[in-house]
């Protein structure tokens, strides 16, 4: 069901809004979402299944409402074998006193209910990926360590019920938006719903060129280091082409992908200042973006600071780039590919000033200009359903 508006929305006043989110544990390019978000709107109390305050300085200057899952100690690391109760507690938030509820979600926010009358917009990060395009990545590593067998259990045993449920709920909302293309394409996909892109911001005021020449003596990639990221042939391919690559990041998979590694890749752990990464895109020849993205923010960081960037032509990250101007696409998640794209590379030169100009599409003043306006003008209408 999509609820409609009730007559007379688009002659209100100043519309009362709030935020929902998943889970409010970390901090990354989903939070600085939800920072933006609160710029626009500081009014706006955001409401999540799981609030781990002492993880997230970043939220203490938001209203922060959250559910009875803040109670059980593994929910805000081990979320993933909670599906029924993440769906229980989104459903059972009251939002009648709202014009109009935001979800931020690659999951289960999407999924309250609001009465007629009341606008829910979601920005839809991608559809539940534990249960549609990464279905089959998270079950050869759901990552909750000894709670891993349990995850694929549960996940296997009540598959069909997940998807049945994720999709009804996805029909809640009255209007979608979509971080990039290949989301969008993932929400007609698995949701039949159109969705409008408004990009994710990017943090380009700070991430900027470098006042000194920059050292350009090793190639970057910052990800975390989990299965899907597609990190071990990307490392592959540095071992054989004997160059220097810094990798910046923490996750499970570390362990293993260190054991492929040359003596020319080196780790550096995630917990990084903004500072320090900055630092680090500057003088790197180019950011390396092995992946296929919902939308791959730290491609338009590293083109801030002036570096260009090496990308697997799929997902958002190649949405980012201009092949040619400010980085280079390859075709096949394979040594041989990026091998060929690193070595065309080192024979061709990138402006800095390119790279720092197309960043600028994505910085966080467009994000909020259209992120207002679009939200404003779908509640003005009153025809959103």
């Not at 994720?166 to 698995?190: G, P």
């Not at 096949?332 to 590379?345: A, G, P, Y």
Request: aromatic share 12%; glycine share 6%; hydrophobic share 40%.
């Amino acid at each position: 069901m999509i609820f409609m508006n009730m007559p007379g929305n688009k002659n209100k006043g100043r519309p009362k809004i709030a935020l929902v989110y998943d889970r409010v544990v970390k901090f990354g390019g989903a939070e600085r979402i939800l920072l933006a978000l609160n710029r626009l709107w500081p009014d706006a109390p955001l409401y999540t299944a799981v609030y781990n305050n002492r993880k997230v300085p970043w939220a203490k200057k938001i209203e922060v409402k959250t559910s009875f899952l803040k109670y059980l100690p593994i929910a805000d690391r081990y979320q993933e074998i909670l599906p029924f109760l993440t769906p229980y507690v989104f459903e059972n938030f009251n939002f009648d006193d709202f014009d109009i509820v935001i979800s931020v979600t690659s999951s289960d926010a999407k999924s309250i209910v609001t009465k007629p009358g009341t606008l829910h917009i979601c920005y839809c990060l991608t559809p539940t990926r534990y249960l549609w395009s990464g279905y089959e990545e998270y079950l050869k590593e759901p990552g909750v360590g000894l709670f891993n067998p349990l995850a694929r259990l549960i996940l296997k045993t009540f598959l069909p019920h997940l998807r049945h449920w994720d999709y009804l709920s996805s029909a809640r909302v009255d209007q979608y938006l979509s971080i990039s293309q290949t989301v969008q394409k993932r929400i007609w996909h698995y949701y039949k719903r159109k969705a409008q892109i408004i990009y994710p911001p990017a943090a380009t005021h700070f991430f900027r060129l470098s006042k000194n020449k920059p050292t350009l003596d090793y190639y970057l990639i910052v990800s975390r280091l989990v299965p899907y990221k597609s990190l071990d042939y990307a490392i592959k391919a540095i071992n054989r082409l004997k160059t220097n690559l810094i990798i910046i990041g923490s996750g499970i998979d570390r362990g293993r992908l260190r054991s492929l590694a040359g003596p020319t890749v080196k780790f550096i752990e995630g917990n990084l200042t903004d500072r320090k990464l900055c630092w680090y895109y500057q003088n790197c020849r180019s950011l390396i973006f092995p992946g296929e993205e919902d939308f791959g923010l730290t491609a338009v960081e590293a083109q801030a600071c002036g570096r260009p960037v090496i990308a697997l032509n799929k997902g958002g990250a190649a949405e980012s780039i201009r092949p040619g101007l400010t980085g280079l696409l390859y075709e096949h998640k394979s040594e041989e590919s990026l091998i060929d794209t690193i070595n065309k590379f080192e024979k061709m030169n990138f402006e800095p000033h390119d790279c720092r100009e197309n960043s600028l599409k994505f910085a966080e003043g467009i994000f909020e200009k259209r992120m207002k306006e679009t939200i404003l003008n779908f509640w003005k209408e009153g025809n959103w359903a």
